[in-house]
């Protein structure tokens, strides 16, 4: 299909791009939310093209062992059918050596027709060194060495991929620091006369959007690797190496012209973090199409029929007749519910209080937080009603924290699995994510604050009327209206000498036995006007439709 690439002035560079759950292309949120905001591109029109890495091995699949711990197997189901290989090759230097960089095509297209194209970047060719054509397989595989090689694959190789399809950019968009190689790139091809002008004209032509508070999960690496690979970087530029470190977010802060945070709160500790630099705010969100399940998708059709093409309208999600959001509600619950019986063998009851909480496994979600007092939890569920749970997420095969909490809940789950009903679904990915969002009656989300730059499965929940229990982190800070949209765990206000977890667990728990359970069990049209009010107050301006045309009035033009 021809597409007119001299139209298309902005590259959104990301390592993970989530453009079905087949195609194993993504992680998490990182991958969903880049995403999200291209098939946004596609609604709106916006020329923009896509550059991630082909991962044609995946992240990898997820399987819970009987002792409960995760197994992670490589990807073997990756699907080729909706990607066109192209002839065009790109050649970058590592080391001493050429390395070629092919790339496939996907197109992201909307009902209007309007094509985004998504390029994924492959350096298995016979001619590459062994160590070279392995580059492209698995999204965040092995060492720090690979890490910083698939970086520079993504970052210079995504830019000359480009080159040679014939586009001319004129805004490179950095999806988190994997691809601050592309700013480098752009320097060293600069046509302008000095470092100063060089680095001015970078500036221009960058924009960076930072999506992690937490220091550890930056990409940082020695000033030696990264020479002995790219012994043309730049080093010398005055401020850009520090303690012979090369920060990848912070050569992303020192290319960019326009900087973000993914949330209020998150440009404030962002700033904090890099007082040198001026960082703005473009809160994240969701693709609405995309995250509404089909009977929410017929009920908005019905009520709001221009929701497709201005998802600021679903604000008006209050001409929706309560009964009617009630039902659309309990047939994606019937869906979630038939989903957890084929994968656990557990049967779920439609009438029954259904919590939801998935996401990555690692410490500072604390995803365990839910379960830290099980006495009090069955406690609450024999007074004031009953409670089951689903869970799921993966963890990073490296993070053996994360992995070791996945056990600990499993473990949990089958101690007390004749009390209280709680499932841990595995292979949690777009498909199964949708499910759940949308069949849940309540979604819970637990970071501990201020490690929670944005967070968007409470959003993805938001569009299918699901309010949301979490702490003040993120966006919940922007979304959250005690009681109308969902509720806050404020630890700090429980009196005792207690851990911050304990005085969390406390919030949580006191919420669900005092407010949240109740409602639902003793009033449903109360309950379901929660739910519309989280449609026209979250659902409407927590989508990526809104984000992009932040992007665009603000950084792209």
Request: charged share 25%; glycine share 8%; with cysteine.
């Amino acid at each position: 299909m021809d597409i007119n690439k001299n139209d298309f002035k902005v590259a959104y560079f990301s390592m993970e791009i989530a453009l079905e759950s087949s195609i194993k292309t993504y992680s998490g949120g990182l991958g969903i939310l880049a995403g999200d905001i291209l098939r946004s591109a596609s609604d709106l029109k916006l020329p923009m093209v896509g550059l991630t890495l082909l991962s044609d091995q995946g992240y990898f699949d997820q399987v819970i062992t009987k002792e409960g711990q995760q197994e992670a197997l490589p990807s073997t189901s990756y699907d080729f059918s909706k990607l066109k290989k192209l002839k065009t090759v790109a050649v970058i230097n590592i080391g001493d050596d050429k390395v070629k960089i092919g790339a496939w095509q996907y197109l992201i297209k909307n009902n209007n027709g309007f094509i985004i194209p998504v390029y994924l970047l492959d350096t298995n060719f016979d001619s590459n060194k062994p160590e070279y054509r392995n580059l492209t397989g698995r999204l965040y595989g092995r060492d720090k060495e690979y890490r910083l090689l698939q970086e520079i694959v993504l970052g210079r190789g995504g830019y000359q991929v480009l080159k040679s399809l014939g586009y001319n950019i004129r805004k490179f968009h950095i999806n988190e620091g994997h691809g601050s190689f592309v700013a480098i790139e752009q320097f060293l091809h600069s046509n302008k006369k000095n470092n100063t002008t060089k680095i001015a004209d970078t500036r221009e032509k960058c924009i960076f959007t930072t999506h992690t508070p937490i220091k550890m999960a930056q990409d940082i690496f020695s000033l030696d690797l990264v020479l002995k690979y790219q012994p043309d970087f730049p080093f010398k530029l005055p401020n850009l190496v520090i303690d012979n470190e090369v920060n990848m977010t912070k050569i992303a802060l020192y290319f960019s012209d326009y900087i973000n945070g993914v949330a209020l709160s998150h440009q404030t500790l962002s700033s904090q973090m890099f007082p040198e630099y001026p960082i703005h705010s473009i809160t994240n969100g969701v693709h609405s199409i995309t995250w509404t399940t089909a009977a929410f998708q017929l009920l908005y059709d019905k009520h709001i029929p221009n929701w497709r093409i201005s998802n600021l309208s679903l604000r008006n999600a209050f001409v929706i007749p309560l009964e009617e959001i009630w039902e659309a509600h309990q047939f994606a619950k019937r869906t979630l519910l038939k989903v957890v019986k084929e994968k656990s063998g557990i049967e779920f009851k439609e009438n029954v209080f259904t919590i939801g909480f998935a996401r990555r496994f690692t410490a500072y979600k604390r995803p365990g937080l839910l379960l830290k007092d099980m006495e009090r939890l069955i406690s609450i569920k024999n007074k004031v009603g009953d409670i089951q749970i689903v869970y799921g997420g993966k963890a990073h095969p490296a993070d053996e924290e994360g992995q070791l909490i996945i056990e600990q809940v499993n473990s949990i789950i089958k101690k007390y699995k004749d009390e209280i009903k709680i499932v841990f679904l595995e292979g949690y990915e777009m498909d199964l994510a949708k499910i759940m969002v949308a069949g849940v009656d309540l979604w819970v989300n637990t970071p501990l604050p201020p490690n929670e730059a944005s967070g968007t499965s409470g959003m993805k929940a938001a569009h299918n009327g699901v309010p949301q229990l979490s702490a003040f982190d993120g966006w919940w800070k922007e979304g959250h209206i005690q009681g109308k949209t969902g509720w806050v765990i404020r630890g700090e206000h429980v009196v005792g000498d207690y851990s911050v977890d304990e005085k969390d667990a406390i919030s949580l728990y006191n919420l669900l036995e005092q407010e949240i359970i109740p409602i639902y069990y003793k009033d449903v049209l109360a309950w379901s006007e929660i739910m519309r009010f989280v449609i026209g107050i979250n659902a409407s301006f927590f989508n990526t439709e809104r984000v992009l045309k932040e992007y665009a009035q603000d950084a792209y033009l």
